[in-house]
């Protein structure tokens, strides 16, 4: 094994227009030091280097942190090219190299060690640059530079616990006060090259002092301490914990650059700065950015000095400007993507150190996908592929006024259920919240947790905040379906229902207090900060803005277009109301996946009804009561199938337990009581009946209309003959009805026979022929299992993907916050299975049952009507199983169609490269 790993190449050279590696080297060179090379490629002015390789990285933690022997004669080697190219060399007196060490993983990652400046200066080498450049002061700012980043993270030289400065800061400090009569806070330029001679001499007692060992004079001991630095920082805590949260396995390993120094730091025609070839935040082709003069490296974002846009180059540095222009248009050119950049001017010349694909908004993502097509420069399929479809979520978010949020106080910190931005007076219960806002004000709905009953509050706030709960607690779930902005767990937040106060961090908020929250960030501001509905919600719900007055809205329906080109899969809506409906249509909804009938039961006097039916002892007063409810939930029906215009919609039959329809404490009971005219016994004891251990394994779903099949016969009733009403208008209706919590063939040949004696009926009667579907929901284990045998009577599964994984894993979702942040910790799972679907587990299932389904039925229906409907990962895994279609609230149907086009356009690119090395 070792005479393998002499052979092996380990430094990978860069200079001069050559370079041993290239862009798509990413994981053997990290993301810096791939880019370097390829930068180099194609001619860019980059100063010479070397890449020391990812695999280095592995080695060293495989071998007792030992490097493998050919390592350094590679390494002297690639000096020894810098040297050449250059004319300089480490540690020479008269031309002295000096050189960048920088760490570079796949992905710039905090935690790792910060790159080191100006290695190779030692107190004969300074001389040798102060004569080389005449430029004292600048020679001297060097070494002080090196010798504060070396003894920081090479050597340890940092803040103790209890100590509130940098020791090396306080060394500076101390310094102005000597030199300009106790004033600390003249800016580090002002001190001249005999200040910073003494401050060289400070800082390497001060490094004495502090680690008992003198500073090393070696160039060649700098640079092994600093590339042995590197990797050591691969396996600390920051650095550990930062690949935790975001998946990047150890394995990876960073790599170390070395690079020839470049000066920004010599006088006021050079500097140094950071720039992206367009504005990240609003997509717009401008050069964006910013730079200091007379500065070097982490100047620019250390927030010492403050930079200037890049735009002022224009002035300051007309040649160097021009430069950048040219370069930022060949960055483009070549990468094909927007690019986050860096770069240092020397007396006037440009040189770049750093180039990446820029992390941008949603807005940016979008713009920037579409102008690229338009521009040429991609095609639309990569437009497509560019835009993550989570982040379409911050395109159709309402928004905060940029500047009003700027100035307003942050308050507490929550998670970030709900995006967009919202603003109200808060209220602290679901009834003030409906009367406030029936009386025109703005309202946020301010509750500790949120439960069904809080539904009506929650449709009337602009927002919904909560103390508890996590981003799948009922509040964040509402607040999607509804597409409203929602902040939940914003555990800082005291609510005290009783004296009807909010008080976080010292500060109390009355009920009726304006406050502002973000559930893009998941921020709480006090009082009123500007909003406004996105362009898109605009143009498409609001109609308040033409598509042809925002170029918002036009780029996002570009987007979708070529979206609708590619995909296969279809998107549905979950919806309960016209409204609902609309919006989803608007946003490109193929249909209604899933209508939730008991929701319409809240709403008004329905509850009445719906109560009295539940509290009847006999089958005759169950249905009188029925017979009330018919009306309303027809009449919701017709609505929605008028919106439709011939879509067709998923009507799930009444699912949840009764109880939740009843009252449960005593003054609302007595209400009740009061209102129907029995005694306030008989309601508790009717609660108290209802009561379930385990409500979520409980006498719900189809079971509801297995023991009361008047409940099934009265919503089908509804449905057909809603159906029969909008059909009569010359509007097609295809309804598909959809019976929950199926486990045995025969509950569902029971509940169908019942649709289909109505459907009779109904049709005899109105003498109109429905064309309907009658299929199930696969939402408990055994209805996957037995897929088969369902579907010789259902004519559609609708994967009900809360519930099966709910029971799948024997999990139930609301009790899941107390441990599966341990769980995801631990990584036992990668991925909270209610937001996106267990692909492993539940995943099996349900593709077990998709082909079980076919066996019996090959033209059977598919879909899915869970939360995951709209997760884009769980959209993709539903393309590949040959789903239908997904579901998920109309705010973000958008998403979903990203998401479903995207998962086909990858299918076909696998397709194309099979084909090509078929050819071959
Ligand atoms: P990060 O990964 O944190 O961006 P870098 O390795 O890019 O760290 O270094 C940070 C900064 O140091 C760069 O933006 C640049 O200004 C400066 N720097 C890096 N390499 C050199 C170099 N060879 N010459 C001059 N400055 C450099
Ligand atoms: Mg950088
Ligand atoms: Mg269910």
């Not at 791939?34 to 001619?43: F, K, S, V, Y």
């Not at 706030?461 to 939940?488: D, P």
Request: aromatic share 8%; charged share 25%; net charge positive.
């Amino acid at each position: 094994m070792a005479k393998a790993s002499t052979a092996k190449k380990y430094v990978f050279l860069f200079g001069n227009k050559k370079a041993d590696g290239n862009g798509s080297m990413k994981a053997l060179l990290g993301g810096k030091g791939a880019n370097l090379a390829e930068m180099t490629r194609i001619g860019l002015p980059v100063p010479p280097g070397f890449t020391i390789t990812t695999e280095v990285c592995t080695y060293y933690y495989a071998n007792k942190r030992t490097y493998p022997k050919a390592l350094q004669a590679q390494i002297e080697k690639g000096v020894a090219n810098m040297e050449q190219i250059l004319g300089k060399k480490l540690g020479d007196l008269q031309k002295p190299l000096l050189v960048a060490v920088r760490s570079g993983a796949r992905d710039s990652m905090p935690g790792m060690m910060d790159t080191i400046l100006n290695l190779g200066l030692n107190d004969q080498t300074v001389l040798a640059l102060e004569k080389a450049s005449g430029n004292p002061r600048f020679a001297w700012d060097c070494y002080r530079r090196f010798i504060q980043m070396y003894g920081d993270v090479v050597m340890g030289v940092q803040k103790r616990p209890g100590e509130e400065h940098e020791p090396f800061e306080t060394v500076i400090e101390n310094l102005k006060k000597d030199l300009f009569a106790g004033d600390a806070h003249v800016e580090d330029t002002k001190i001249g090259a005999e200040g910073l001679k003494e401050l060289v001499v400070r800082f390497k007692q001060l490094v004495k002092e502090r680690t008992g060992q003198a500073f090393p004079e070696n160039p060649w001991d700098q640079l092994k301490g600093a590339i042995g630095a590197v990797f050591g920082s691969w396996m600390n805590d920051r650095a550990i914990v930062y690949r935790r949260k975001y998946n990047i396995p150890s394995e990876w390993g960073t790599a170390v650059n070395v690079q020839a120094m470049v000066f920004g730091n010599t006088g006021e025609k050079s500097g140094s700065g950071v720039a992206f070839t367009r504005d990240p935040a609003s997509g717009e082709k401008i050069f964006y950015g910013e730079f200091l003069m007379n500065a070097q490296g982490e100047d620019v974002v250390a927030g010492v000095r403050t930079p200037l846009p890049v735009a002022k180059l224009k002035t300051t540095a007309p040649h160097a400007y021009a430069e950048l222009e040219g370069i930022r248009k060949i960055l483009e050119g070549h990468f094909k993507d927007m690019q986050d950049f860096e770069f240092t001017i020397e007396d006037g010349k440009v040189f770049m150190l750093q180039t990446r694909n820029g992390k941008r908004t949603g807005l940016a993502a979008v713009r920037i996908a579409v102008e690229m097509v338009k521009e040429k420069l991609i095609d639309w399929q990569t437009a497509v592929m560019r835009v993550p479809a989570e982040q379409l979520d911050q395109v159709l978010a309402p928004v905060f006024d940029r500047n009003a949020i700027k100035a307003a106080k942050f308050i507490a910190k929550g998670l970030p259920a709900g995006p967009g931005a919202a603003c109200g007076k808060i209220y602290f219960n679901a009834e003030r919240s409906v009367e406030a806002a029936n009386a025109g004000e703005k309202v946020l709905l301010v509750r500790v947790e949120t439960s069904p009953e809080d539904l009506r509050g929650m449709i009337a706030a602009e927002g919904i905040l909560t103390a508890r709960g996590g981003v799948s607690s009922h509040a964040a779930l509402v607040a999607r379906q509804m597409g409203k902005v929602c902040v939940c767990g914003a555990s800082a937040l005291q609510v005290d229902y009783t004296a009807k106060t909010l008080s976080v961090g010292g500060q109390i908020f009355n009920e009726g207090d304006y406050l502002s929250i973000d559930g893009t960030a998941g921020e709480v501001y006090a009082g009123q900060v500007k909003t406004a509905a996105s362009e898109i919600v605009q143009v498409l719900v609001e109609k308040s803005l033409k598509a042809k007055e925002s170029q918002t809205y036009q780029n996002y329906a570009q987007l979708m277009q070529w979206c609708d080109k590619a995909t296969r899969l279809l998107v549905r809506t979950n919806a309960d109301t016209p409204e609902q409906t609309a919006n989803a249509i608007a946003f490109g909804a193929s249909g209604i996946g899933l209508c939730r009938t008991e929701h319409m039961f809240f709403e008004g006097n329905r509850i009445d009804a719906m109560r009295e039916m539940i509290l009847a002892e006999k089958t005759d007063n169950r249905k009188r009561a029925l017979a009330k409810l018919l009306p309303y939930q027809r009449a919701d029906f017709a609505g929605m199938f008028m919106e439709l215009k011939g879509l067709p919609a998923t009507i799930r039959f009444l699912d949840p337990p009764l109880h939740e329809f009843l009252p449960h404490d005593h003054a609302a009971q007595n209400d009740l009581a009061n209102k129907m005219n029995v005694s306030v016994d008989k309601i508790s004891k009717r609660v108290h009946e209802l009561h379930e251990f385990n409500p979520m394994l409980g006498h719900r779903g189809c079971r509801l209309g297995i023991v009361y099949p008047e409940i099934s016969e009265m919503q089908a009733r509804a449905v057909f003959e809603a159906a029969a009403e909008v059909q009569k208008k010359g509007i097609k209706v295809k309804p598909e009805i959809m019976i929950p919590l199926v486990g045995f063939k025969k509950e569902l040949d029971l509940q169908v026979e019942i649709v289909q004696r109505v459907a009779q009926e109904v049709m005899k009667e109105r003498k109109v022929k429905i064309n309907y579907l009658v299929g199930t929901m696969i939402e408990v284990p055994r209805g996957a299992l037995i897929a088969d045998e369902i579907a010789q009577t259902a004519e559609f599964f609708s994967f009900g993907t809360n519930d099966l994984t709910q029971t799948t894993l024997g999990m139930s979702r609301d009790d899941s916050g107390s441990f599966l942040g341990a769980y995801q910790e631990l990584e036992i799972i990668k991925k909270n299975p209610f937001a996106t679907v267990d692909q492993t587990g539940v995943g099996k299932l349900m593709h077990m049952a998709c082909e079980l389904g076919r066996k019996t039925r090959p033209d059977i229906k598919l879909g899915i009507c869970g939360e995951h409907g709209g997760d884009p990962d769980s959209v993709k895994f539903c393309h590949h199983i040959g789903l239908n279609y997904v579901s998920c609230s109309p705010f973000r149907v958008p998403i979903a169609r990203l998401a479903a086009a995207q998962a086909a356009l990858a299918d076909a690119k696998i397709g194309k490269t099979a084909k090509k090395s078929k050819k071959r």
